[in-house]
C-alpha cells in the first residue's frame, strides 16, 4: 500500500515534521500491518510559499529521513521492525522519470505572479473588472503569491483550480493504485489550506472527468482529512509595525465559514447523502488554549514558527487512518458509505488545565502506540551523543564483533553528517515544543532554547524521560546508566552474531539501539 500524503500550507510541514520524528522511532499504526508488509509513505507539499523557512526545515529532515533508511534497509518497502522502519518515498522516485526529488508540488504558474496577473485582470472589460473588485479587495488582487495567499481562502480556490494540469497531479494518477490511500492534511483558518483542501477532493473525486488510467480507482479512493483548527495566536503587527493582513481575531470567523461549506460539500451531515460525504475518515483538531503570539508574518520574512503540541498530535491521525479496515472506508460512485469522524481526547491535562503535558497524560490507546517507542529513540539519542565515541575509543566488545565499528565511525558521512542532523534537528524539535507557551509539550527532559541552548537538561539515562516510575530493587530504585546499556548490547551483539555483512555496521547499531532500549525500559522503568 501508498499512503498519498497531501501536506497543504504552512500546517502542513509543521505536522509532517511530527510524523517524520515518530516515523524514525519506529511508531507503526496500531492495526493493519505487520513486519513485511508492505507500506510507502508519499508526502506532497502543496505550498505556493516555497521559501516558506518551515517547509524548507521540514524538506531537509524528509531528505535526511530517506537517505538514512535507504542506509539501513535498502529500497524494501516492507515495514520493518526498527527504528526508521516505515519507507518515506516520493511522487518522483515511484515515477522513475527523473524529476526532482523534493516532495514539493510545483506551483510556478501561481507562485511566480500577483493574483490580478494570474486570473489576467488588465485583460478583463470593465464589468468583470468590476466583478472581481466585489469578489476581492484591492490588496488580495495585488497579492504576489510567492508567499502564499495570506489567509485569503478565496484566493486559493481560484489559483489551486489547475491542480490537475500540473504534472504533479499526472505522476500521481500514473502510480496510484486501488488498494493505496489519501491523507489531506490542512489548517482551516488560513488561506492555502482552507482552499486546498476541498479542491484536492473534488479533483480526485471527479476524477472520471480526466484522461487518467486510474481515474476509476480515484472516484472510489479511500480518503481521510485532518482538519486543523485555530491553535497558535500572532501578533497584530507585522515585523515593520504595521497592521498585517493576518489577525487572530479572524481565525474563528474563517473557521466558522469554512466548516459550514465543508459539512455541505466535503464532510456531510451523518446519514444525509445530500450533503457532502466525499471524504471516508475526518479527523478534526484544535486547542482553546492560545500558544504564546507568534510573530505575523505574512511570508516575507520566512514565516518560522516554533514547533507546537497540536502539530505532534495531528500527525497521530495518520496512524490512525492506516489502522482503519477497508470495510469502514468503502466508497461507491465518489461518497463514502460509512464516514467516520474523529477528535482527539487526552487521559488527563486538558480538563484539569494542565500545560505542561507528557505521554502519560495520552490515553491508554495512544500511549501503547508510542511510548516504548519515542522512549527508546530518546535513549538512543543520548546514549548517541554523550556515549557512543567513548565506547568507540575503548573498544567494547559490541563494537569489535563483526561488522567492526572502528573509533572514527561516527566521521563517516552516513554518521556524521545524516544521523547526526536528524538527531540534532530532533532535540531542537523537542526543545521548541517545550518552550512554547502556556501548552508545554515535555516527553523528556530538555532545554526550551531561552534559558539554555536546546539540548538535553541532563547527559543520563536515568533522568532524561518525563512522566515516569522506576522499578524497585530491595533497597531504593533501579536507575539506569550507561554500564547497564553496555551489558546489554555486549549481550547482544554476541547473539546477532552473523546476522551483518561488513558493511552494515548501520543496521547492526540501530538495532542495538532498538532492542536494547526496549528491553532496558521494562527492566528499569515503570509505565
Request: charged residues 25%.
Amino acid at each position: 500500500m501508498k499512503l498519498f500524503l497531501y501536506l497543504i500550507g504552512g500546517t502542513g510541514s509543521r505536522v509532517l515534521k511530527p510524523l517524520i520524528m515518530q516515523l524514525a522511532a519506529g511508531v507503526q499504526p496500531e492495526q493493519g500491518f505487520k513486519e513485511g508488509d508492505e507500506l510507502q509513505i508519499v508526502p506532497i507539499v502543496i505550498d505556493p510559499h516555497q521559501t516558506n523557512a518551515d517547509l524548507i526545515r521540514t524538506q531537509t529532515l524528509l531528505s535526511w529521513y530517506k537517505d538514512i533508511r535507504k542506509e539501513l534497509y535498502g529500497n524494501d518497502p516492507g515495514i520493518k521492525k526498527g527504528f526508521f522502519g516505515i519507507k518515506i518515498t516520493s511522487l518522483a522516485e515511484l515515477d522513475g522519470k527523473g524529476a526532482k526529488d523534493d516532495f514539493v508540488f510545483n506551483l510556478s504558474g501561481i507562485s511566480d505572479k500577483y493574483f490580478s496577473e494570474y486570473i489576467d485582470y488588465n485583460h478583463m472589460d470593465s464589468s468583470n473588472q468590476a466583478l472581481c473588485q466585489a469578489l476581492f479587495s484591492s490588496d488580495q488582487l495585488s497579492t504576489k503569491m510567492d508567499i502564499g495567499f495570506v489567509g485569503s481562502p478565496n484566493i486559493g480556490s481560484v489559483a489551486l483550480n489547475s491542480f490537475t494540469e500540473s504534472e504533479e497531479f499526472e505522476r500521481f494518477t500514473n502510480v496510484f493504485s486501488k488498494d493505496d490511500r489519501i491523507f489531506i492534511v490542512s489548517s482551516i483558518f488560513g488561506g492555502t489550506g482552507a482552499a486546498g483542501y476541498p479542491m484536492i477532493v473534488k479533483n480526485i473525486r471527479n476524477a472520471r472527468n480526466t484522461e487518467a488510467s486510474t481515474r476509476g480507482d480515484l472516484v472510489d479512493a479511500r480518503i481521510g482529512a485532518l482538519t486543523v483548527m485555530p491553535y497558535f495566536n500572532v501578533k497584530s503587527k507585522d515585523k515593520d509595525g504595521l497592521d498585517s493582513r493576518i489577525q487572530y481575531s479572524d481565525f474563528i470567523a474563517k473557521t466558522k465559514s469554512a466548516l459550514r461549506y465543508y459539512k455541505k460539500n466535503l464532510t456531510g451531515s451523518g446519514g444525509d447523502r445530500n450533503s457532502g460525504n466525499t471524504v471516508n475518515a475526518c479527523y478534526y483538531l484544535a486547542d482553546p488554549i492560545k500558544s504564546q503570539p507568534y510573530d505575523n508574518d505574512d511570508g516575507t520574512y520566512g514565516q518560522k514558527n516554533i514547533a507546537h503540541f497540536v502539530e505532534f498530535v495531528g500527525a497521530l491521525s495518520i496512524f490512525d487512518f492506516l489502522g482503519l479496515s477497508d470495510n469502514i472506508l468503502k466508497t461507491e460512485d465518489g461518497r463514502a458509505e460509512k464516514p467516520v469522524y474523529r477528535e482527539f481526547g487526552m487521559k488527563r491535562g486538558m480538563n484539569e488545565g494542565k500545560t505542561t503535558i507528557d505521554l502519560s497524560d495520552f490515553g491508554d490507546k495512544t500511549r501503547k502506540i508510542l511510548q516504548d517507542k519515542m522512549y527508546s529513540f530518546h535513549l538512543a539519542y543520548i546514549y548517541y551523543t554523550y556515549q557512543l565515541q567513548n565506547d568507540l575509543d575503548k573498544k567494547q566488545r559490541y563494537t569489535d564483533d563483526m561488522p567492526k565499528m572502528p573509533k572514527d565511525m561516527l566521521k563517516n558521512p552516513f554518521f556524521g553528517d545524516k544521523l547526526s542532523n536528524f538527531f540534532n534537528d530532533y532535540i531542537v524539535w523537542l526543545g521548541e515544543m517545550y518552550a512554547n507557551q502556556p501548552r508545554c509539550f515535555s516527553p523528556f527532559n530538555v532545554n526550551n532554547g531561552i534559558d539554555a541552548p536546546y539540548s538535553s537538561s541532563t547527559t543520563l539515562l536515568n533522568n532524561s524521560i518525563s512522566g515516569i516510575g522506576h522499578q524497585k530493587k530491595t533497597f531504593g530504585e533501579k536507575s539506569l546508566d550507561f554500564s547497564d546499556t553496555l551489558g546489554k548490547f555486549n549481550k547482544l551483539s554476541k547473539d546477532k552474531s552473523g546476522n551483518y555483512t561488513e558493511n552494515q555496521q548501520a543496521l547492526k547499531l540501530m538495532d542495538l539501539f532498538y532492542q536494547g532500549f526496549n528491553e532496558l525500559l521494562h527492566e528499569f522503568f515503570v509505565y
